[in-house]
C-alpha cells in the first residue's frame, strides 16, 4: 500500500453529485440495518448468563443501538430529501449485506503519519453479526472520525480501528474469516472515464471514507451553481416534527443543505461537535468500554441471543423459521417501496383535500406502524425461534431481491404510484400471518422456539402482528379514500 | 321513564399503568427504546391501566419514593351531588367507594390506552382510546356498572376489526392540554424541572447508599441489580429531558354517553330511582403523568339519570 494517496478530484457536475447522494444513501441505510440486526439480538430478560444487573446494562445499549439507527434513519431521510431538492428521484437501493464497503476499506484511506509510526485504517465490511465484543467493536470503527480528527479533538483512540507495524490490524476479529464482495460505486463511472473506471487503481481516486464522501458532497454543493441543482419542488419535501431524536426538515437550497450535511457528520462522528457531545462513536464507545468492564468482570456474560452471522433463508432448516423469514424480507421490501413512493409523490397534509390521498395514506403507514409495530417484533421473534441448525437462532437477513432492487431502482414504476399495489402487499402480509398464526392456534409453535421459556412471546407476538398488520392495510386504504382519520387529528385545548 | 336531572358521582385519584412508549411498540413487555422500561425485579410491562392496586402489587412496581411522596394510587368517589347541590344520602352510600376500570382486550388483561402506534389511535396526538370501558364503582352496599362498546352494533369487534375508525371516534379525547393548571393542582407540582431535578437526585442519593450497603456486605445480587436498575431510571431521564418533564403537566379528557349494559346493585341506597334506559354521560380526564413512577392522575365525573325519593 502506498503511503500517499492522491487528493480524490471534485464533483463537478450534478450527475456526479446525485450518485454521491445515491452512495451515501446506500451506506446509512446498510450501517442503519447492521446496528438493528445486534439491537433485536439482544436478550430480553435475564438468564443464567445474563445477570439482573448485566441485564440492566443490556437494555441500556439496547436503547442506545436504535437510538444510533433511528439516528441512521433521519440521515437516510435527509440524503433523500436532497436528492428530491436536486429534483432527483428518492434512493432507497442498496446491494445486501454482507458486503465490503469502499468506504471502509484501508486501500482507499490513506495511513496517517503519527509521532513514532505509520497508523493504518482498518478494514470494515458490513456483516450482520449478534450484538458481542467484536460486533460494538466493529459499530465504533464504522462511527470512528479519522485518526487526525481523533487526535485534534482529544477524543479516545479506538485503537483497534487502526493497524501499525508493531500491531497491525486484528484482521479476522474485524473482517470476519473471508473476504466480501466490494461494494459498488456510482460514482466512480462518473469520475473516471470507462476504461479507467474498470482498472483497481481506480479506486484510489474517489472519496475514500465516509467523512471525505460527505465533505466533498458539502463542497459541490457549493461548487455548483444553485439555480442549477436545486430544481426539486420545496413544497413536496419530507417533513416529519422532531421527536425521539430525529430531525427530518425540508432541504430547499444551500443553507439548509449544509444543515442537513453537518447534523449527518455531526451526530455520526462528532465532527465540529461540542465538548463531550454523544456522536455514534462515542455512544458505541461508551459501551464497549462498559462491556470490557463487565466481561472482566464475569467472563461468562452473555448479552445476545445465538442469531447467526450473515444469515440466509437457504440455510434455515425450521419450517416457521423459514416462513418468517421470507415473512421479515417481503415486509421490509415493501416498507422500502412505500418509501419509494412517499419521497417520489410527497404532499404536504394541508394541501391534500380531495381523493385520492395517496401521499397521506403512505406517510400514515410507513413510520409508526410499519417499522415499530411489524419490523421490529418479527425480527424479535426471529431472533427467539430457533432456525433448526441446532446452533442459532434466526436473524432477519434483510435481503433484497433482484426484482426488489429492479424496483427500488425505478421510482417512476407505475407499481410504485398505484394504492393497489401497496394493498396487495399487505393482504400477502397478512395472508401469510394468518398462515402464522394458524400454526400458532394448533400448537405449532413449541419446537421452533427457542426455549420453552420463549414460547409466550412468540405466542403473543405473532397473533398481535397480525391483527395490527390487519388494520394498517385497512388504514392504508381507508386514508387513501377519505383522507385524514379521526385519530390523527389533533383534539382541541380545552 | 325519562330523567333530565343527574346524580353526578365524582371521582379523583391516581392511578398506575405500566406501559409502553414510542419508539417501543405497544405491547413490549421489558422496555428497551421508549422512555418506559419494566425493571428487573418488576412485573412486565402489561399497559393496564390500574385505579386500584393491592400491596403485594405495590410492593413490587410502585417505585420509589411513590410511598415517601405520598402517593396512593386508587382513584375513590370525593363528591356526589345531585343536579348539582350536594346529595347527602348518596353520598353517604358511596363514601369512599372504590372506582375500578375492568374488562380486557387481549392480548392484554386490562384496559389499556389504546393506539397500537399510530394504527387505531395516535401516539403523536396522545389520541388513546381507553379501552374497553368498563367502569365499575364499588362502595360497601352500592355497586355501580356501566360498559360501553367500542362499535355497539357489534360489541364482539375489537378495536383492530373496525374498518371505519369513525365509529369509535367518541372514544377518543375531546380535549388535549399540555399544560393543565388542574393537572398540575391534583397532584400539587408546579415546576416539572425542580421535581424531576429533585427525582434525580434522591436517585443519586439511593444509588449512593445501596452501593454503601454492598460495601458492608449485603446481597451483592440484588443490590447490584437494583443498583443497576436505578442507573437505568436516570439514563432514561437524561435522555428523554423534556419528553417526561412535558408529560407532567398534560390532560387529556374524554368525555361520551355511556350506549352499553348499565347496572346497580343496591341503588335504593342512593335514596331515588334511576333511569336505565338512557345512555348515562360521562367524563374523565388522565393526566399528570410522572413516566418514571409510572402514575398519573385521572379525574371525572358519571351521570346517572334520577329522581330522588320524595322526603318522607
Redesign the interface.
Known amino acids: 500500500m502506498s503511503a500517499e494517496r492522491p487528493k480524490p478530484p471534485k464533483i463537478t457536475t450534478k450527475a456526479q453529485l446525485i450518485a454521491a447522494l445515491q452512495e451515501a444513501s446506500e451506506i446509512e441505510q446498510q450501517l442503519m440495518i447492521q446496528y438493528l440486526y445486534a ?1 433485536f439480538s ?1 436478550k ?3 438468564d443464567e448468563r445474563c ?7 443490556v ?2 445499549w ?2 442506545t443501538l ?2 444510533v439507527a ?1 439516528s441512521e434513519m433521519e440521515h437516510l431521510a435527509l440524503v433523500n430529501g436532497l436528492l428530491s431538492a436536486l429534483g432527483a428521484q428518492p434512493w432507497f437501493s442498496r446491494e445486501n449485506i454482507p458486503r465490503q464497503s469502499r468506504y471502509l476499506l484501508t486501500r482507499n484511506m490513506a495511513p496517517f503519519k503519527a509521532p513514532g509510526h505509520e497508523v493504518t485504517p482498518c478494514d470494515i465490511p458490513f456483516v450482520f453479526e449478534r450484538f458481542n465484543l467484536e460486533t460494538i467493536q466493529r459499530f465504533v470503527c464504522a462511527e470512528s472520525p479519522s485518526y487526525p480528527s481523533l487526535v485534534q479533538s482529544g477524543d479516545p483512540i479506538p485503537w483497534w480501528c487502526f493497524g501499525t507495524k508493531e500491531r497491525p490490524c486484528a484482521g479476522a476479529a474485524l473482517a470476519g474469516a473471508a473476504a466480501y464482495p466490494p461494494s459498488r460505486s456510482h460514482l466512480l463511472p462518473l469520475l473516471a472515464a470507462p476504461a479507467a473506471a474498470a482498472s483497481p487503481d481506480a479506486e484510489g481516486i474517489a472519496p475514500g471514507t465516509i467523512q471525505e464522501l460527505y465533505d466533498e458532497i458539502q463542497a459541490a454543493i457549493h461548487r455548483l451553481p444553485a439555480a442549477e441543482l436545486f430544481t426539486g419542488d420545496p413544497s413536496r419535501q419530507v417533513f416529519v ?1 422532531i ?2 431524536q430525529i430531525n427530518i426538515f425540508p432541504i430547499t437550497g444551500v443553507e439548509s443543505a449544509d444543515v442537513a450535511l453537518e447534523l449527518i457528520v455531526e451526530e455520526g462522528e462528532g465532527i465540529d461537535a461540542p465538548p463531550d457531545y454523544q456522536s455514534h462513536f462515542r455512544r458505541f464507545y461508551d459501551i464497549r468500554t462498559e462491556m470490557v468492564a463487565l466481561l472482566a468482570a464475569d467472563p461468562g456474560f452473555e448479552p445476545s441471543l445465538p442469531l447467526p452471522m450473515n444469515p440466509s433463508q437457504d440455510k434455515i432448516k425450521n419450517e416457521v423459521a423459514c416462513e418468517l423469514s421470507e415473512l421479515f424480507n417481503f415486509t421490509y421490501a415493501t416498507l422500502l417501496f412505500l418509501l419509494t413512493s412517499l419521497y417520489r409523490n410527497f404532499q404536504p397534509a394541508a394541501s391534500q383535500t380531495a381523493y385520492p390521498y395517496f401521499s397521506l395514506a403512505l406517510q ?1 403507514a410507513a ?3 410499519m ?3 411489524l419490523i ?2 418479527l425480527a424479535e421473534v426471529m431472533a427467539h425461534t430457533s432456525s433448526g441448525d441446532g446452533d442459532h437462532t434466526t436473524g432477519p437477513s434483510y435481503h433484497l431481491s433482484p426484482k426488489d432492487l429492479l424496483r427500488l431502482e425505478q421510482p417512476d414504476h407505475p407499481q410504485l404510484q398505484d394504492i393497489n399495489f401497496f394493498l396487495d402487499r399487505f393482504a400477502t402480509i397478512v395472508t401469510m400471518l394468518d398462515r402464522l398464526d394458524r400454526t400458532r392456534g394448533a400448537g405449532g409453535l413449541a419446537a421452533a422456539a427457542r426455549e420453552e421459556g420463549d414460547l409466550p ?1 412468540i405466542d ?2 405473532l ?2 402482528i397480525y ?2 398488520a ?3 392495510g ?2 392504508l386504504r ?1 386514508i387513501y379514500q377519505i383522507g385524514e ?10 | 321513564m325519562k330523567f333530565a336531572k343527574l346524580l353526578e358521582i365524582q371521582f379523583q385519584g391516581y392511578f398506575l399503568c405500566r406501559l409502553a412508549t414510542d419508539p417501543d411498540p405497544t405491547n413490549e413487555q421489558s422496555g428497551v427504546s421508549g422512555y418506559t422500561m419494566a425493571l428487573v425485579h418488576e412485573d412486565p410491562l402489561d399497559q393496564v391501566i390500574r385505579t386500584q392496586i393491592d400491596p403485594d402489587f405495590a410492593e413490587k412496581n410502585l417505585r420509589e419514593p411513590a410511598q415517601r411522596m405520598k402517593i396512593r394510587v386508587g382513584v375513590d368517589v370525593c363528591g356526589v351531588t345531585f343536579d348539582g347541590v350536594t346529595s347527602a344520602t348518596a353520598a353517604r352510600a358511596l363514601h369512599g367507594a372504590k372506582v375500578s376500570l375492568r374488562g380486557k382486550t387481549p392480548p392484554f388483561d386490562g384496559p389499556i390506552f389504546d393506539s397500537r402506534n399510530n394504527t387505531v389511535g395516535s401516539d403523536d396526538n396522545m389520541m388513546f382510546v381507553v379501552n374497553p370501558f368498563e367502569l365499575e364503582i364499588r362502595g360497601e352496599h352500592v355497586v355501580i356498572e356501566a360498559t360501553d362498546h367500542l362499535d355497539p352494533t357489534d360489541p364482539t369487534r375489537q378495536i383492530w376489526q373496525i374498518e371505519d375508525p369513525s365509529v369509535y371516534s367518541r372514544r377518543l379525547p375531546t380535549a388535549f392540554q399540555p399544560n393543565s393548571q388542574a393537572a398540575a393542582a391534583a397532584i400539587r407540582v408546579f415546576d416539572g424541572y425542580a421535581y424531576f431535578r429533585d427525582r434525580r437526585r434522591f436517585l443519586e442519593q439511593r444509588i449512593g447508599e445501596l452501593e454503601a450497603e454492598r460495601a458492608r456486605g449485603g446481597n451483592r445480587a440484588g443490590l447490584d441489580a437494583r443498583i443497576e436498575a436505578m442507573r437505568t431510571r436516570i439514563y432514561q431521564l437524561e435522555l428523554w429531558g423534556d419528553r417526561v418533564i412535558g408529560k407532567l403537566f398534560f390532560q387529556l379528557t374524554y368525555s361520551f354517553n355511556i350506549n352499553g349494559p348499565q347496572r346497580i346493585a343496591g341503588a335504593e341506597h342512593l335514596g331515588g330511582e334511576v333511569d336505565y334506559d338512557h345512555p348515562w354521560p360521562v367524563t374523565f380526564w388522565f393526566g399528570a403523568w410522572d413516566g418514571d413512577l409510572l402514575t398519573g392522575y385521572m379525574q371525572g365525573t358519571l351521570g346517572i339519570p334520577f329522581q330522588p325519593a320524595p322526603a318522607p
Open positions: 439491537a439482544l430480553k430478560r435475564p445477570t439482573a444487573a448485566q441485564y440492566e446494562a437494555r441500556r439496547g436503547s436504535l437510538l433511528r416534527p421527536e425521539y400514515e413510520f409508526g406502524p417499522m415499530t409495530m421490529r417484533p412471546l403473543r407476538q397473533r398481535f391483527e395490527t390487519t388494520a394498517i385497512n388504514n381507508r382519520l379521526p385519530q390523527f387529528i389533533v383534539a382541541p385545548s380545552s
